[in-house]
């Protein structure tokens, strides 16, 4: 696709389509049916918009905050693993486009690029550091104490992954980490542990995943660290009612990209209750899906402060490294904008429910 032509999410999407090579089952699918990938897509179709009319927006203003930081819009490119097998650039050509933006960045554990080296090389992004609670307590300790060192704001908790989900497209394509890829955090938490240097990385986390992680667990989390803590991977009222009691700084509605259990509703779908169930003592975040800043729109009248984009980001890698994510954002904080005006309001605060309508309480003719 000619350059002049990504005009959208989905234009960059085409543009990635076969150029990942070996690599795009791992980036691209879900798990099982992959019904929950397809449906977090689909979700914000089933939400119509309710705009106003004969209000000045001449001046609108898209910025706002998470966890007290200013970001110049409600956007923010969640963790996503091993992100140099899609660009050279990888996680640091991401975090310099969030930083340019100003928008909220996520490194992941299974990063191709090293926390410290994300922290001298992005170090005015508003960067936080995704990690698991694994089975030997001491190597996320390790993580975490390495996070705050290299000037991270926050930490994700993933808990959404007791086991890894049945991942059918990958296990057909026989997917193993390409040889020349190296993740510098798993190889710092190789060293701690023993008999372990030459076990591929992928054996090495499955193993390390621990099914008895309990909310007991967050309470040793945050125990140890200075740093705010946001529990991604909620999908119901009760678990967000569990996480606010244990003083987290923040949820994040999330199904793994629908990596995770098939058949979960759409991310979208399960905002609502969760925002509800939260009550504003919290904030509240939401990834999955998203293709368009129309999307985020739609997400924050429904209550989320903030939006993750995820796999949109890996596809502007592929098309202009660094520079292509910073296009990318351009573009959707670009229709973030549009859907402002055109819905009638200057500033996020004045989004709200009012603004969207569920299509099945449209009325029939």
């Known amino acids: 696709m000619e350059e002049t032509r990504l005009l959208s999410v989905l234009d960059y999407e085409e543009y990635a389509r076969g150029r990942l090579g070996p690599v795009e089952a791992y980036f691209n699918s879900g798990c099982h049916l992959e019904q929950t990938l397809k449906d977090n897509v689909s ?10 009319v004969l209000k000045d927006v001449s001046k609108r203003d898209m910025s706002t905050t998470v966890l007290g930081s200013p970001v110049s819009c409600p956007v923010g490119v969640a963790p996503m693993s091993m992100c140099r097998m899609a660009h050279l650039d990888g996680e640091m050509g991401i975090a310099k486009a969030c930083e ?15 926390i410290e080296e994300i922290g001298t090389g992005a ?37 959404d ?12 394509e026989g997917f193993t980490v390409p040889g020349h890829i190296r993740l ?18 992928m054996e090495f986390v499955a193993k390390q995943l621990d099914p008895s992680v309990t909310w007991d667990d967050v309470r040793w989390l945050q125990n140890f660290t200075r740093l705010p803590l946001i529990v ?3 999908h119901t009222a009760e678990d967000a009612r569990e996480a606010v009691s244990h003083g987290v700084s923040a949820i994040w509605v999330s199904n793994h990209g629908g990596r995770q259990l098939d058949g979960v509703p759409a991310s979208l779908d399960v905002l609502a209750e969760v925002v509800d169930a939260v009550g504003g003592r ?16 739609k997400a924050v009248a429904i209550g989320a402060r903030a939006v993750f984009i995820g796999r949109p980001a890996l596809w502007g890698l592929v098309h202009k490294g660094t520079e292509g994510v910073v296009n990318l954002l351009q573009l959707v904080k670009d ?8 819905l009638g309001v200057t500033t996020l605060s004045e989004v709200n429910r009012n603004h969207v309508i569920h299509k099945s309480f449209l009325p029939r003719l």
């Not at 992954?161 to 057909?172: C, H, I, K, S």
């Not at 510098?184 to 990385?201: F, G, H, Q, R």
């Not at 229709?335 to 055109?342: K, T, W």
């Open 43 to 52: 979700a914000y179709s089933r939400y119509r918009f309710r705009p106003r």
């Open 100 to 114: 340019r933006h100003r928008v909220p960045f996520g490194l992941s554990t299974l990063s191709t690029v090293g």
């Open 123 to 159: 170090p005015n992004s508003v960067r936080w550091f995704q990690l698991y609670i694994f089975k030997e307590r001491r190597l996320t300790e390790t993580l975490v104490q390495r996070a705050e060192a290299a000037g991270f704001s926050a930490l994700v908790l993933t808990v």
């Open 161 to 172: 992954a007791p086991v890894g989900g049945r991942r059918l497209a990958t296990a057909r």
């Open 184 to 201: 510098p955090n798993i190889d710092a938490s190789k060293s701690l542990t023993t008999d372990v240097a030459n076990m591929p990385y």
């Open 232 to 234: 991604k991977g909620i």
């Open 282 to 297: 919290c904030e509240v975040y939401l990834d999955g899906g998203v293709r368009s800043g129309f999307d985020v729109i």
């Open 335 to 342: 229709e973030v904008d549009n859907a402002m005006a055109l």
